[in-house]
């Protein structure tokens, strides 16, 4: 089979198969497995999530992000976009809010 490298949107009717890198916009369905047969999360330090300046909460921040607590071994999920957006442990507790 030939491969060919895209810039810009592609639409495929069988998948794709390899690394999928970048931004992934609108619906994905069907199956996301990563090479290892897992998807990891992005980590960050409770310290960090609590800490409006650091890349958690400027790079990719959106509501319903999710990031793995490494100091409290929680998933937090963001409520909103904005690097002040306040993060809550996925049950919905224990709120932090970057400053």
């Given at each position: 089979?030939a491969?060919?490298?895209f810039s810009?949107?592609?639409k495929?009717?069988n998948?794709?198969e ?6 992934v916009?609108?619906t994905?369905?069907g ?7 897992y ?12 800490a409006?300046a650091n ?18 071994s929680?998933?937090?999920?963001a409520?909103?976009?904005l ?8 049950d919905g507790?224990?709120?932090v809010t970057?400053?």
């Amino acid at each position: 089979m030939a491969r060919t490298t895209f810039s810009g949107p592609v639409k495929s009717d069988n998948g794709f198969e390899g690394a999928i890198t970048g931004n992934v916009t609108g619906t994905v369905t069907g199956n996301v497995v990563a090479t290892a047969g897992y998807i990891q999360l992005r980590t960050a330090t409770a310290a960090n999530i609590g800490a409006a300046a650091n890349a958690v909460n400027t790079t990719g921040k959106a509501a319903g992000t999710i990031v793995f607590d490494t100091t409290n071994s929680k998933l937090k999920i963001a409520t909103g976009a904005l690097a002040t957006s306040t993060w809550v442990d996925a049950d919905g507790t224990n709120a932090v809010t970057p400053s």
